[in-house]
């Protein structure tokens, strides 16, 4: 599984789940245009509700020991969501997410990660909030 994977694990975004399903999914239907035979007041195949990515976030940082500042640190994010946050990690993490800067700079590193993470999350279902997608 790849460490992104696991973020969205964490958050049950995508598919994934923090708690084991007891039943697989259910499937929808393809949409389809309206036309002659199908009324425009029809009801459309329901769609994925997406996972509010801060408030998730807020209540586990509620419940966690340390307060940890996941609005601005990829670190305490990580901690947050109970995965290796060592500086190996987010240089794993990085390479992951196609970083192009040195991984020697791990400020320069953590800030462009945090960002990566977090519009990674909105582009696979998460609803993050506008001032979080720097």
């Known amino acids: 599984m ?3 994977s696991t973020i969205l694990e964490k958050l049950g975004i995508g ?3 923090d708690s084991t399903p007891t039943t697989p999914p259910p499937t929808t239907a393809p949409s389809t245009p309206p036309s002659e035979t199908t009324p425009l007041g029809s009801p459309s195949p329901t769609a994925i509700s997406q996972v509010d990515v801060a408030a998730k976030l807020e209540a586990l940082a509620s419940q ?3 307060t940890l500042n996941w609005r ?3 670190v305490d ?3 947050l969501l109970d995965i290796d946050s060592s500086l ?3 240089k ?3 390479a992951e997410l196609h970083y192009t800067g040195s991984t020697d700079d791990s400020a320069a590193m953590n800030t462009w990660l945090h960002g990566a993470v977090l519009r990674k999350l909105a582009e ?3 609803k993050v909030p506008a001032d979080l997608l720097h």
């Open 88 to 90: 190996t990690a987010r």
């Open 64 to 66: 966690h020991t340390e």
């Open 15 to 17: 598919g994934h789940s």
């Open 72 to 74: 601005t640190s990829i």
């Open 77 to 79: 994010l990580l901690k």
């Open 2 to 4: 790849s460490f992104f």
């Open 124 to 126: 696979n279902g998460g």
């Open 92 to 94: 794993q993490l990085a």
